[in-house]
């Protein structure tokens, strides 16, 4: 390879350093020229976090490697590649098994990778991630010289130090402190990050980074499934009390004789069993945040003690007199409409307003758009792993089947569902494949490849009169189904409809419905 098409494909990127770019558009476009200077069927960027590499650009594979998380014991040609001071290529007959296997975009078919390379990238010198390169054809690397992979390893190593200097630079402006801790915890905790890229999840972010640093009661509603657990970690680990436990307490998994127990702790003797004295959920809590799941499940006798412990931080063990004093973060969560639950006299309206001093709504898995193939890719490459599997893939199918459906069950769903459709489709096979292919039937979910079958839909009764009251009977009918579909949760329907809540409850007004 000659020097100038070298210089002629890297001068852009040196360019690129001097100009504000979002680091997913810096990293993609690194891509794209190291896959015109070094032709190949796809690239990659992945960033070392601890045990794991994580992919934060790809170019050729299939979206969901995006939401993957490659542990490195479990993949040699990463190690392989981390351990080595410079490019490394690999024999086609090697037979260390490719992480890409399968993954190789627009493809059909179970084909392997057969000619890889890679590089590893140094940031102050110390290991920040990999370059990779993989073709279909064995010998597509035979004539590239390590020497220009090198060269786009040096230059992606600038570009990985400028993104990351540029982003430093921005969350000391907003809160230095604050944020440094949230990357401390998201860097520690890679199982629990958030993935996601839509604009529904990135906002949702927004807000968790906002209402972190403060400590107001946060109020986390959303469908079954959504995870909203994950948002309360979240708003902990963006805390000032980051360094002080989360106790959780699910409202719902208690009888409600034991939960003033859990919550407040009981003396020895304070009911039948209470063989010892013991500390409750406030107390294990105290200086950190505690996170009550289901609250919406609390009794009305609980709540007026739970009230109390909110306002003046004070509470006592079941069966003693004794005063204990916590300091104590709180976040509940639930699927119910307590503001309804208020109306229909089942909840008291001042513990309500105490817990919903900041609301915040999860959304559904079916308003995240592409978002799901993300959240596959990371279930599974967890169950490619704990199935000893040499990769598990989704067919073109699968993944249209994936964006088409609903997700009634959200997050949750689809974790179920990829795991009980990759241990189906393994007990199918005759002989252990290395590479898996989910399709669409093994999901048992529709194939939108296939002809469609029109749903039953309720269909709209034609009014006669003029075209502003077809319109409005049009609208009511719309709203009400939305209404419903949403369990009269506002402003879920407004994000669904696309309107703003306020501009929602003032048309429902006008056609009569509030």
């Known amino acids: 390879?000659?020097?100038?098409?070298?210089?002629?494909?890297?001068?852009?990127?040196?360019?690129?350093?001097?100009?504000?770019?979002?680091?997913?558009?810096?990293?993609?476009?690194?891509?794209?020229?190291?896959?015109?200077?070094?032709?190949?069927?796809?690239?990659?960027?992945?960033?070392?976090?601890?045990?794991?590499?994580?992919?934060?650009?790809?170019?050729?594979?299939?979206?969901?490697?995006?939401?993957?998380?490659?542990?490195?014991?479990?993949?040699?040609?990463?190690?392989?590649?981390?351990?080595?001071?410079?490019?490394?290529?690999?024999?086609?007959?090697?037979?260390?098994?490719?992480?890409?296997?399968?993954?190789v975009d627009g493809l059909h078919g179970h084909l392997q990778v057969h000619d890889c390379m890679g590089c590893?990238?140094?940031?102050?010198?110390?290991?920040?991630?990999?370059?990779?390169?993989?073709?279909?054809?064995?010998?597509?690397?035979e004539r590239v010289e390590l020497d220009a992979l090198q060269a786009f390893a040096s230059l992606a190593a600038a570009t990985v130090n400028v993104a990351e200097r540029i982003e430093r630079l921005a969350l000391r402006a907003e809160d230095e402190h604050q944020r440094a801790e949230i990357y401390r915890q998201a860097s520690g905790q890679q199982h629990k990050e958030m993935i996601g890229q839509s604009k529904t999840h990135k906002r949702l972010v927004e807000e968790i980074k906002l209402v972190g640093g403060s400590d107001l009661t946060v109020l986390i509603t959303g469908e079954t499934g959504v995870g909203k657990e994950l948002v309360a970690q979240a708003i902990h680990a963006a805390s000032t009390r980051a360094d002080k436990p989360l106790i959780s307490l699910n409202c719902a998994a208690l009888p409600e004789t034991l939960v003033e127990s859990e919550l407040f702790g009981h003396v020895r003797g304070a009911f039948t069993g209470a063989l010892n004295e013991r500390r409750g959920k406030f107390e294990l809590a105290n200086g950190g945040t505690l996170f009550l799941d289901e609250v919406g499940e609390l009794s009305l006798t609980v709540q007026a003690k739970l009230l109390r412990v909110l306002q003046s931080g004070q509470l006592q063990r079941l069966g003693s007199d004794k005063e204990h004093q916590v300091d104590v973060r709180l976040i509940a969560a639930t699927n119910r409409d307590l503001a309804g639950e208020v109306r229909q006299g089942r909840y008291r309206a001042d513990f309500y307003h105490r817990l919903s001093v900041y609301p915040l709504q999860v959304p559904a898995l079916r308003e995240r758009g592409r978002d799901v193939l993300l959240l596959a890719g990371f279930f599974l490459e967890q169950n490619r792993s704990r199935m000893g599997l040499g990769s598990l893939r989704l067919t073109s199918d699968a993944q249209a089947a994936l964006l088409a459906y609903n997700w009634p069950g959200n997050v949750r769903e689809l974790e179920h569902l990829i795991g009980r459709s990759a241990l189906k489709a393994l007990g199918n096979c005759r002989e252990r494949p290395k590479i898996l292919s989910l399709s669409a039937q093994d999901l048992d979910l529709p194939d939108v490849s296939a002809p469609l079958v029109e749903e039953q839909t309720e269909v709209v009764p034609i009014v006669s009169g003029d075209l502003r009251q077809a319109t409005e009977h049009y609208q009511r009918h719309v709203i009400n189904a939305c209404l419903e579909r949403h369990q009269h949760n506002w402003a879920s329907a407004a994000r669904e409809l696309g309107l703003d809540r306020a501009n929602l409850g003032r048309m429902a007004k006008r056609l009569g419905l509030k």
């Open 1 to 103: 390879m000659t020097a100038q098409p070298l210089l002629t494909t890297l001068l852009p990127l040196v360019a690129d350093l001097s100009r504000e770019l979002p680091e997913g558009e810096r990293y993609r476009r690194l891509l794209q020229a190291m896959r015109t200077l070094l032709p190949c069927d796809a690239a990659a960027l992945l960033r070392l976090d601890g045990e794991w590499l994580v992919p934060l650009a790809v170019d050729g594979l299939s979206a969901d490697t995006l939401g993957r998380r490659f542990r490195v014991s479990e993949h040699p040609r990463f190690a392989v590649l981390l351990s080595s001071p410079g490019p490394t290529r690999f024999d086609s007959d090697s037979e260390l098994p490719d992480p890409y296997d399968g993954l």
């Open 120 to 141: 590893p990238l140094f940031v102050d010198d110390q290991p920040w991630g990999l370059l990779t390169l993989d073709a279909l054809d064995p010998e597509r690397f």
